[in-house]
């Protein structure tokens, strides 16, 4: 188990709460509009990146269309020879 986290658990309560600047029962309305306009939202930003798994599929596409069209001819042939 990870020694930070464990020292962690033994954390009080209310200096959890102190350091998190807050109390039992939660933030206010106008804390919470403050710590929006400073944080923005909890969300984290989406970004489309190929994978590498995608771009090898795009690469190898069209090596297995022939590869397939191969195997048919190659079936074709033998079952009219």
Request: aromatic share 14%; charged share 25%; net charge negative.
């Given at each position: 188990m990870?020694l930070?986290?464990?020292?962690?658990?033994?954390?009080?309560?209310?200096?959890?709460?102190?350091?998190?600047?807050?109390?039992?029962?939660?933030?206010?309305?106008?804390?919470?509009?403050?710590?929006?306009?400073l944080?923005?939202?909890?969300?984290?930003?989406?970004?489309?990146?190929?994978?590498?798994?995608?771009?090898?599929?795009?690469?190898?596409?069209?090596?297995?269309?022939?590869?397939?069209?191969?195997?048919?001819?190659?079936?074709?042939?033998?079952?009219?020879?």
């Amino acid at each position: 188990m990870n020694l930070e986290f464990e020292m962690q658990e033994n954390i009080p309560l209310e200096e959890v709460f102190d350091n998190l600047k807050c109390t039992r029962e939660g933030l206010s309305s106008e804390k919470v509009q403050e710590r929006l306009d400073l944080f923005g939202y909890n969300k984290l930003e989406e970004k489309k990146v190929k994978s590498q798994t995608s771009m090898l599929f795009s690469f190898l596409f069209p090596f297995q269309i022939v590869a397939q069209f191969s195997h048919e001819m190659l079936l074709y042939i033998l079952f009219n020879a």
